[in-house]
């Protein structure tokens, strides 16, 4: 047990027991309206799309959730909004970084840049992402909340704690209310579906492509020895595997095992997570079809085509061997593709590629990976007047690509903190590190496909998208809330963690694998599964 | 010198030396990384044991834009005034528990057992920070933790062990209890005082986790929770996420190397100054209890 997980297991089951007292005091005292807790007798609206139209595209997807690419920066932005937002608002919000710290708001002129684009005073305070869960357990049970949560699920009890604490924001924006927030608009409805519980809108969406982890590989090295880039079936990527291994030389043809599992189960047409099917859910790890591709990594293994340390190793040490080429092959990030050309740029001939997931044994029946959800953020209860001033600031921090705002945003003071090449912003070495502000873990814009100066990236990662979106099912857990995921959810996953890894060590045989999906059922994996199938008939 | 003594002597010095670089291998190989250029690391795929073109690069982005250099101040500051008060505190408890007959000296000392055993837990604690009004200031890091009950206990069994004649011979001269403390306990404590100072130093120096509990302003934040976020965070992709260019960041390996170097060398610096009370106080009580 890690230390993160067994900080989640106690600090959330204390806070459960330490912070109940206080929400039932809370919620009697103010009786919030329709509360939705578990009925479904009135169907969601969700919030009405409406594009901003801040820009006109280079390529325009097809499909539904499609990103937009821009192979440049909109000249001569538009102002979205008259200055200031609001009137002198001060705001508090708690959220997460996965950036290194920045200078604070009275160093930071960027940041001060904004408040005074806005009119209000936002003041963050944030954790780094790892350690996220322990500051929210602490400062919900502590009872002095920001007007802004991030919140992440799982997270115990969270439509009894959402009621106690924070707003209900259906009114204000679902249908046609929200067309008062014109970015909050823009958001794509399936963002939207994260901030859903039982039934009602709960917060606003920090809105991510639904496109999950991408196989990557050099393109160039594979090349070289003639092998293919995309192969057609799993007997062409073990040969890959096979033939991009060399043991003397320290190379080996990649260091993602543990990710290899999920992509091979998503080529025999299985999705990542839950599944459901008239009524009843399934959870991935149940399929033969997992236990297939656990066996099939398991197998890839013990023929030593992987680098030996790729289970205990870290992002930054597998993105390094991709580099220089010994592993070529990586599992990762889909947004990381530029960040991969861009490392490659010093070592002679590099290409990168990613490979389309393929049916298992030919054909296109296959699935891709979903991208995990990144919560939502709640605002503390308030008055209806304070509610619609704070969703007037989380608008303008929505403002979308395109818009003079944005740029405000993320790039900040033109001459200050970011100079234009063309009618791209670049960051100076100031920028960079104060725009580093976590205002896009709060809300944000749905960001397109946009890559400064490297219209190849953009125009891959935008044909990469096209052919994979409609390759990916959508969660059918969204806005379903099951007890025992929260309680129990982490521990779960341990077992099935502890479990896969054994078998890809070789420490038991894949035999067993079915005892480990046992455990998982009877220590609560049924128990969750009902509770899901009892959601979604409630809600009809 | 006879022949098998010297074969002795010769695979004693073998086995030593193979120690001595097993240990300083990894910190030869975190200082050279945090000087080595992208390009070595890349071809090296991860840690680089010298680097070719020495560059202070690294040390430059992160002690550029303020926040590390504060963080360390922060950090200093933390360490000395808690250290400083952690030991008045301990040395006040340790004595008046190692004098028989002090006022309520059983359930004091009882009390002080029981927080070797059981812990409070994470969010009774934050209750009772916020409760007293600690929530974003420098007290929270240190007020909750002044005292480690280990540490009292190791104080009192090495003050138990000086000669009862001593103090009785002082206090018939006339001497008050805490003339007593001043004059003679503690200049005969100064190894034990030594090591558990130091036991509190590093314990300050290395708390991040009450920091990122108790202090909403990252501007006080103190160096270990700014390492961290360097390190442990520090999925290069993370950095996309937020439309970021990589071109812009520095390469990330000898980044967290150089502000792990930043973080260890001033408890490195203390350490030798320490060292040789460290043996004789690490001792202390081993046999007493």
């Known amino acids: 047990m890690d230390r993160r997980t067994f900080l989640r297991a106690a600090g959330l089951s204390t806070l459960a027991v330490a912070a109940g007292t206080g929400f039932t005091a809370c919620s009697s005292r103010n009786d919030a309206g329709p509360t939705g807790s578990g009925s479904g007798s009135t169907t969601l609206v969700l919030p009405t799309y409406r594009d901003a139209g801040a820009a006109a595209a280079d390529l325009v997807g097809a499909h539904e959730g499609s990103l937009p690419g821009f192979f440049a920066y909109p000249a001569n932005p538009s102002r979205m909004y008259e200055r200031p937002v609001v009137d002198d608002l001060e705001i508090t919000a708690l959220t997460y970084s996965f950036s290194p710290v920045v200078p604070g708001l009275s160093e930071n002129e960027m940041w001060q840049n904004i408040n005074e684009t806005i009119g209000a005073k936002i003041d963050i305070s944030y954790t780094p992402d790892a350690d996220y869960d322990s500051r929210f357990a602490t400062t919900i049970a502590g009872g002095d909340i920001p007007d802004l949560v991030a919140i992440r699920p799982p997270v115990q009890e969270l439509p009894a704690m959402l009621e106690a604490a924070f707003a209900d924001l259906t009114d204000h924006l679902s249908g046609d209310a929200i067309l008062d927030y014109p970015s909050l608009a823009a958001i794509p409805t399936a963002a939207w579906r994260k901030a859903v519980v039982q039934g009602r809108i709960w917060g606003l969406p920090v809105p991510r492509p639904p496109i999950g982890p991408a196989f990557f590989v050099r393109k160039d090295l594979l090349e070289q020895r003639g092998l293919p880039v995309q192969p057609r079936n799993f007997d062409e990527l073990a040969d890959t595997f096979r033939a991009l291994t060399d043991a003397r030389s320290n190379t080996y043809a990649s260091a993602s095992v543990i990710e290899l599992v999920g992509f091979l189960a998503n080529t025999l047409n299985v999705s990542n997570g839950w599944s459901e099917e008239g009524g009843s859910f399934t959870y991935w790890v149940e399929t033969d079809e997992y236990e297939q591709a656990l066996a099939e990594t398991t197998g890839l293994v013990e023929e030593g085509v992987f680098h030996p340390d790729s289970i205990a190793t870290q992002n930054t040490q597998r993105n390094e061997w991709f580099t220089n080429g010994s592993a070529p092959m990586i599992i990762a990030g889909w947004g990381g593709w530029h960040s991969f050309v861009n490392w490659g740029k010093e070592v002679a001939g590099h290409e990168v590629a990613a490979i389309i997931p393929f049916g298992h044994d030919g054909g296109e029946e296959a699935k891709h990976a979903l991208a995990e959800s990144s919560g939502f953020t709640a605002l503390r209860k308030a008055d209806p007047e304070r509610i619609d001033q704070i969703l007037r600031v989380a608008d303008w921090l929505a403002s979308p690509f395109g818009t003079q705002d944005y740029l405000t945003r993320k790039f900040g003071i033109e001459g200050v903190t970011y100079d234009l090449a063309g009618s791209d912003p670049v960051s100076n070495e100031r920028g960079s590190n104060l725009r580093l502000v976590p205002f896009a873990y709060l809300t944000d814009c749905m960001g397109p496909i946009y890559q400064a100066g490297d219209q190849a990236v953009v125009q891959a990662r935008f044909d990469y998208q096209e052919q994979v979106l409609p390759m990916i099912d959508p969660d059918p857990t969204d806005g379903l809330y099951a007890p025992a995921q929260s309680a129990k959810g982490a521990q779960l996953e341990k077992i099935l963690e502890d479990g896969r890894n054994d078998v890809l060590a070789g420490r038991r045989p894949v035999s067993q694998w079915a005892d480990v999906v046992d455990e998982w059922r009877s220590r609560g994996g049924d128990e969750i599964r009902q509770q899901y199938e009892d959601a979604l008939d409630a809600a009809g | ?289």
């Open chain 2, 1 to 289: 010198m006879g022949e098998p003594l010297r074969m002795g002597m010769a695979a004693r010095a073998v086995v030593l030396t193979v120690c001595c670089v097993l240990v300083l291998l990894p910190f030869v190989a975190v200082v050279s990384t945090s000087l080595a250029g992208q390009n070595q690391i890349t071809s090296a795929g991860g840690f680089v044991l010298w680097p070719d073109d020495p560059s202070l690069g690294s040390y430059q982005a992160v002690l550029s834009g303020g926040v590390v250099t504060r963080a360390m101040i922060v950090s200093i500051g933390i360490t000395v005034v808690g250290t400083l008060g952690s030991l008045a505190a301990t040395i006040g408890l340790a004595y008046s528990l190692s004098r028989p007959g002090s006022l309520l000296h059983k359930p004091i000392l009882l009390a002080t057992l029981f927080t070797l055993f059981f812990n409070p837990g994470i969010i009774p604690m934050y209750l009772i920070v916020r409760q007293l009004g600690m929530i974003d200031t420098y007290a929270a890091l240190i007020l909750p933790v002044l005292i480690n009950g280990f540490n009292v206990i190791v104080m009192r069994a090495f003050f138990l062990e000086i000669p009862q004649e001593l103090l009785e011979s002082a206090r018939i001269d006339g001497a008050s209890e805490l003339k007593i403390l001043m004059t003679i306990v503690l200049p005969l404590s100064k190894a034990v005082m030594a090591v558990i100072g130091l036991f509190y130093a590093v314990m300050y120096w290395n708390a991040f986790f009450t920091a990122l509990l108790y202090l909403n302003s990252t501007e006080k934040w103190p160096l270990q929770l700014i390492v961290r976020t360097f390190v442990v965070n520090q999925t290069p992709l993370a950095a996309d996420d937020l439309a970021l260019s990589s071109n812009e960041m520095p390469p990330q390996l000898s980044i967290q190397m150089a502000i792990l170097v930043l973080a260890i060398i001033p408890i490195l610096l203390v350490y030798p100054f320490l060292q040789r009370h460290f043996t004789k106080g690490l001792l202390v009580g081993a046999v007493k209890g």
